[in-house]
């Protein structure tokens, strides 16, 4: 008779709960408007100070596998929805708890698991239910959803600043019908020196390289015809590494004429399309422009950015309209694109490259308006106005801020996204999770036998949201949760927890409050869908075996 260790299984089990209910534990006191914000010192000695689920996660040492699960599952709810990346880590802390608890009570892994299945269906009905769908126009609602977002950030008091610019670079983005936003058209540039409310967005292309000033050329041109190259302008090199020794003087002036000549060719056939702004792509096999070719470019008045980034290329000529040219031969007027203007900005002490009209708009406040406009055959930053990119300059006193007002912007961006795919609102502040609680439990009575237990069980794992939230706020949770329960029963599915009050509202949505919290119905969708698939997951694992 073979024998079988039956606790192992359980000990696995155990083992794998305790490790995920540990990160969970780690970014719980994050959540919220008043959550606790993390300072994290990477190895590089640089610090991040965040509350956002997913920075934290990502920069977190981890070491066990199932409380990496939970790190991927913070960063597929940032891919997907962008916001709520504590919210579902949360969420899944919990939902394990509850499972632990009826694994004690000796209910199968299997059933709870499909219990938990079930589960998430009728939580995902529930939410589609009491979801608001809104007008892509209502730029209201899209701006409280943005706001709510940045209420638990580092920067929340600058929420009505930034709040505005995101939803404006996102509907630049979104022309009616549009399912999608692509956020990777969207460039937000970090520039260290002012403060947050110098924060704005641009209109036209910024490139963060400045102009090349060593052979005093133009920092302003106006018409700018723009060529994107991708070779040098600099002598050329062998294939392979040897060495010319020279010890006579005429062929040494030989070799330096032959390389004006060289030089001053290529400059005379790039002068003859007409280009008078030049970007330049950084090589590794060679120097991409020499002292002698930038002296020569000054000449015939071309402008020179040199250093552009490979990743960059594709963004910049999505956002001209130009073409990336490979090399001299192929260098015509067709791959060129037209600007009103290309200008170094320099504001505080940062400095930045714009290429577009020349007037610089002011940031929206009410209403989004067209931003970058370009030209409807596409190789042009004048004329049109639907654009294809949008940038973003963000501003602070320091690097740690920027990169915290950079990271709110990148959530502010995402909810205003999702409302693009999915428009539809929904009560923040603990509404929509109380609401599940109390309507799951109903439907938890029409189940039959374990599935009934554990949707009960999973129905209170869910309050968990709402009394975190109360928690991290200073406020009793027991009292608050418990008003909310009673709310809810009498028929206020709208009911919350209002922060800045201290207390629970009967709306969320009411006007009159001192402040609406609403969130997009994508993001909870996500974060119930996520989290469940998760936890699922994790109960189906009954052993840890390593490789050699």
């Not at 009728?122 to 979801?131: D, F, H, P, Q």
């Not at 899209?142 to 009505?160: E, G, I």
């Not at 403060?195 to 641009?202: C, G, H, P």
């Not at 005429?250 to 290529?266: G, S």
Request: glycine fraction near 6%; charge should be neutral; hydrophobic fraction near 40%.
């Amino acid at each position: 008779m073979q024998f079988k260790d039956r606790e192992k299984p359980d000990q696995i089990r155990i083992s794998n709960i305790v490790a995920a209910k540990a990160v969970a534990d780690a970014v719980r006191t994050s959540l919220g408007p008043k959550g606790m914000d993390k300072m994290i010192l990477k190895s590089d000695k640089d610090v991040v100070i965040s509350n956002d689920g997913a920075t934290i996660l990502k920069h977190m040492s981890v070491l066990h596998p199932v409380a990496r699960m939970l790190v991927d599952l913070s960063a597929a709810q940032d891919v997907e929805a962008g916001d709520g990346t504590t919210t579902v880590v949360v969420l899944a802390g919990s939902l394990l708890g509850a499972a632990e608890n009826l694994l004690k009570k000796g209910i199968h892994p299997t059933a709870i698991a499909e219990a938990l299945m079930t589960t998430a269906t009728n939580a995902t009905e529930i939410l589609e239910s009491m979801g608001k769908s809104i007008e892509m126009n209502d730029t209201a609602s899209l701006l409280q959803a943005a706001q709510t977002s940045l209420s638990s950030k580092v920067v929340s008091q600058y929420s009505s600043l930034l709040a505005p610019l995101a939803v404006e670079a996102v509907m630049a983005l979104a022309p009616p019908g549009t399912t999608n936003v692509d956020l990777r058209d969207i460039r937000v540039v970090k520039k260290v020196g002012g403060t947050i409310e110098d924060t704005k967005l641009v209109p036209g292309l910024v490139l963060t390289q400045n102009v090349s000033k060593s052979a005093n050329g133009p920092t302003r041109v106006e018409k700018a015809k723009i060529a994107m190259i991708q070779f040098q302008l600099s002598p050329p090199k062998p294939d392979m590494e040897n060495q010319v020794i020279v010890n006579d003087y005429h062929q040494m002036d030989k070799i330096l004429k032959e390389e004006r000549a060289y030089l001053l060719d290529m400059v005379k056939r790039i002068k003859k399309t007409g280009c008078n702004v030049l970007l330049i792509q950084k090589s590794i096999l060679r120097d991409a422009v020499t002292d002698l070719s930038l002296h020569f470019l000054s000449k015939v008045k071309i402008m020179v950015i040199k250093n552009m980034e490979r990743d960059e290329v594709d963004f910049i000529c999505k956002s001209t309209g130009c073409k990336p040219i490979a090399d001299i031969e192929s260098f015509t007027e067709d791959k060129l694109a037209t600007a009103e203007v290309v200008e170094e900005i320099n504001e505080d002490g940062a400095r930045y490259v714009r290429i577009g009209n020349k007037i610089i708009g002011s940031a929206v406040t009410d209403a989004p308006k067209d931003i970058v406009p370009r030209s409807t055959s596409g190789s042009t930053l004048s004329g049109s106005a639907s654009p294809k990119t949008v940038c973003i300059v963000v501003r602070g006193s320091n690097e740690s801020t920027v990169s915290e007002a950079e990271r709110s912007i990148h959530d502010a961006l995402c909810v205003t996204r999702c409302l693009v795919k999915k428009p539809s609102l929904i009560c923040g502040g603990g509404a929509s999770e109380i609401e599940l609680s109390v309507n799951l439990r109903k439907r938890a009575l029409t189940q039959l036998s374990a599935t009934a237990f554990c949707m009960a069980a999973f129905a209170d794992a869910i309050e968990t949201i709402p009394f975190t939230l109360a928690e991290n706020a200073g406020l009793n949770p027991i009292r608050v949760v418990t008003e909310l329960r009673n709310m809810h029963a009498e028929g206020y599915q709208n009911a919350g927890i209002n922060v800045k009050r201290g207390t629970a509202v009967k709306d969320m949505w009411d006007p009159t409050e001192t402040h609406t919290v609403v969130q997009p119905l994508l993001v909870s969708l996500s974060a119930i869908e996520l989290a469940s698939e998760t936890v699922r997951m994790v109960l189906k694992i009954d052993d840890l075996v390593g490789t050699r």
